[in-house]
């Protein structure tokens, strides 16, 4: 089983500056990753898939980067919508799907 | 607009069972793969099975295998998840999520399972 390794666990960042994001595989993971995103009370949003690809109707402040065993989400210029727990996936090596233990972004 | 509604979640005893459903509308639900993605209380995602387009093949988590069973009625547009043997560490949110494929476009809101005495 592949094993996703995200950090930092809780990152504080102001709004209007950038954020960013790891990502780490156990073993390589080729570019299958994604990323997502998700606020209380909802199911997750699919944001980034093959690692560095947008999905429908994502803004563009979004960013995935990467390919093997390292990984990195970007949040160009953070908005307040945007703070809210974020989970990296692979879906190189199934069964099964894992997933990172994910990131809480946070308002500093 | 794609749609993915979960229900069934209900307050279940340790052993007992239970069937989770997913309706789907909004796209063309007979040519995706579809998952169960289940969420502890204050924890993370875990994937819990994956059924392919057409129901020929269906994949399990180790901590599933054997006591759930996904299954599927395209006719119906519906998802299923049939839970036997549960145990209190399966209490979760369980989400239905479309496979893309591979990465999960859609997801639902999710279907509040508590395995408990």
């Known amino acids: 089983e592949i094993v996703m390794t995200q950090s930092p666990a809780t990152l504080s960042v102001s709004p209007g500056e950038r954020a960013t994001l790891s990502c780490r595989a156990s073993q390589s993971v080729s570019s299958s990753l994604a990323w997502y995103q998700q606020k209380p009370g909802q199911g997750p949003r699919l944001l980034i898939y093959g690692a560095s690809t947008r999905a429908t109707g994502i803004p563009a402040r979004f960013s995935g980067s990467g390919s093997g065993t390292e990984f990195t989400l970007t949040i160009s210029s953070l908005q307040s919508e945007d703070f809210a727990f974020y989970y990296c996936q692979q879906y190189n090596n199934w069964p099964p799907y894992t997933f990172g233990q994910g990131t809480k972004l946070e308002i500093k | 607009e794609v749609q993915l509604v979960e229900s069934g979640g209900v307050v279940v005893q340790p052993g007992g069972s239970l069937r989770l459903s997913c309706a789907a509308s909004?796209?063309?639900?007979?040519?995706?793969?579809m998952h169960w993605v289940r969420q502890a209380p204050g924890k993370g995602l875990e994937w819990v099975s994956l059924?392919?387009?057409?129901?020929?093949?269906?994949y399990y988590a180790d901590s599933v295998k054997g006591r759930f069973t996904i299954s599927r009625d395209n006719s119906k547009n519906s998802l299923y998840l049939q839970m036997n043997s549960l145990r209190p560490e399966d209490t979760a949110l369980y989400y239905c999520?479309?496979?893309?494929?591979?990465?999960?476009?859609?997801w639902g809101q999710g279907t509040l399972v508590t395995v408990s005495s």
């Open positions: 909004g796209f063309t639900f007979g040519d995706y793969a």
């Open positions: 999520a479309k496979d893309r494929p591979n990465a999960y476009d859609y």
């Open positions: 059924i392919t387009w057409g129901g020929g093949s269906t």
